[in-house]
């Protein structure tokens, strides 16, 4: 496919240029590996220190678990090129770490406390962690690892749920996963559910629960087995059993541990007991599990699964949906544009003021309001695109509001906006927000408010060729993937390219 002229021209040429530029910079200068340093210096293209996955090691750091917008649009420039180059770089970063950079189970050395020193040539660990395995909303590109290579796919989904599971019974894990655990039985193993909120071994976040149920969902599809989603299902099932009734919110986590640091190695246990259950009236559950915590990626990981799923993602879709629409309902406050931070039961903890130190802060610390920013704003226009629910509308329409993108009218443009302008960002995650609404609608507007958000991103972050963050090239940055994706909305390209949910 060739696009070369127009507005799409446009910006096509310039995510080739910055993608261009980093394939020619950011290669490994040995030539010992497929892999690209995490950043540049923007005026002389040189590599620099930059540190995505906090290993607190100041060298040149390769972080592929965390340049997976990079590898996106990689894949993404072939899709709208017909270059076979790009992914076949993607490709084959995906192919050497599962080759490379596995330990004896294929679970890959990357992730939240793990680089690759390409000066060194070796792997470098955060020193206040053990060497350990994590992924936290990192949502690598499954179907462009299976197209590299298929075998070393599974064994690594496999490997991550061996190592980080602890109990398959009832689901305890553990955020960090340790390297060359003795393989047990995965899929086979017995369940058995039982009550949420246990006293387990485990920090069992939805940051990191998502990567799992997300890894073995796609796992799923990819291999059309059925025991790898079951799993997922059951996963994501215990963050919606933390639910309290008439409100539907979930918990950050769905277990309490015993052994967690409430301040220091000297008080362990519940974190949020030990700083919070002082300050809360009788009656009230509050455990970290009862905490709402939104963390908009992960329902947008849901609907992505939901929709690479089809029928078989339907009880995803709704668990986000049912998710998206009690924030609505319980937190959410138009006068600020914000959520109110609460117990999952409803109680405010707005204005509570921590009277000792603790993992939720310093004493004197207070709750305030979480405002609803433009990643809130993405994950309502994809919630209503794949349900159709009018809330998620109204939502996102508050939310763009408070935004001051002005009314974006209704669905069936019957009652269009007032006024529909960008303010002065530069922000991707309003791209994919208003390519999801086009998607929702087939109404060009909104291909005309993301033309003017790429206008913004062009020129305040564009120079030379590429684009610029804080005297720095980024290789992940996600800029030119939101370009590539307007292109595909605007010239009727869209099935080229698969929906973005994490940047």
């Not at 930059?50 to 678990?65: C, E, I, K, R």
């Not at 967690?260 to 009236?281: E, K, M, N, S, T």
């Not at 226009?381 to 993108?405: C, E, Q, V």
């Not at 991103?457 to 290789?475: C, I």
Request: glycine share 10%; aromatic share 12%.
């Amino acid at each position: 496919m060739s696009i070369a002229s127009g507005r799409a021209g446009e910006l096509m040429e310039a995510a080739i240029n910055h993608t261009d530029y980093v394939l020619k910079h950011a290669a490994d200068r040995t030539g010992k590996t497929p892999l690209f340093v995490n950043a540049l210096d923007a005026d002389g293209g040189e590599p620099v220190c930059h540190d995505y996955d906090h290993v607190g090691q100041t060298s040149m750091l390769s972080s592929p678990a965390s340049q997976q917008n990079w590898l996106r649009t990689l894949a993404a420039l072939t899709a709208l090129t017909g270059q076979s180059r790009y992914r076949e770089a993607a490709e084959d970063v995906y192919r050497y770490m599962l080759k490379e950079q596995t330990d004896r189970n294929g679970l890959i050395y990357w992730g939240g406390h793990t680089s690759y020193d390409l000066e060194e040539q070796r792997l470098v660990f955060a020193s206040d962690k053990a060497q350990v395995h994590e992924l936290k909303c990192h949502y690598p590109d499954y179907d462009l690892m299976w197209s590299a290579d298929r075998t070393g796919t599974k064994r690594y989904i496999e490997a991550v749920w061996n190592a980080h599971i602890i109990d398959w019974s009832n689901l305890d894990f553990n955020r960090h996963g340790p390297y060359d655990a003795p393989r047990g039985a995965l899929w086979a193993n017995g369940y058995e559910a039982g009550d949420v909120f246990f006293w387990g071994s485990g920090l069992t976040f939805v940051n990191a629960g998502s990567d799992l149920y997300y890894g073995a969902s796609m796992l799923a599809k990819l291999t059309s087995e059925a025991a790898p989603l079951e799993w997922a299902m059951r996963l994501a099932e215990r963050y919606v059993q933390t639910r309290r009734s008439g409100v539907g919110i979930s918990g950050y986590q769905f277990s309490q541990s015993a052994s967690a640091w409430c301040d220091g190695p000297a008080v362990r246990g519940d974190r949020a007991q030990y700083q919070l259950a002082p300050l809360i009236p009788e009656g009230h559950l509050v455990y970290e599990s009862t905490l709402f915590k939104p963390r908009p990626a992960v329902q947008r990981c849901q609907l992505a699964i939901g929709e690479a799923l089809g029928e078989g993602g339907g009880q995803f879709r709704q668990w986000a949906c049912g998710e998206m629409a009690a924030w609505g309902r319980m937190a959410y406050r138009n006068a600020d544009n914000s959520f109110v931070p609460m117990l999952t039961d409803g109680w405010s903890l707005e204005g509570v003021t921590l009277d000792r130190k603790g993992y939720f802060g310093r004493k004197g610390t207070v709750f305030k309001a979480i405002p609803a920013g433009s990643e809130f704003f993405w994950t309502y226009a994809m919630g209503y695109r794949l349900s159709g629910d009018p809330l998620l509308w109204t939502m996102a329409k508050n939310i763009a509001a408070g935004l001051d993108f002005g009314d974006i009218g209704e669905p069936d443009g019957g009652k269009p906006g007032e006024r529909l302008l960008s303010p002065a960002t530069a922000d991707h995650r309003i791209i994919f927000s208003m390519l999801e609404l086009h998607k929702a609608t087939g109404r060009d507007t909104f291909i005309g408010m993301a033309n003017q958000v790429a206008n913004e991103l062009l020129a305040s972050r564009y120079r030379k060729g590429r684009f610029e963050t804080g005297g720095k090239v980024l290789t992940d940055d996600p800029a030119q993937l939101a370009l590539l994706h307007l292109v595909s909305a605007e010239t009727n390209a869209g099935h080229y390219l698969p929906s973005v949910f994490q940047t």
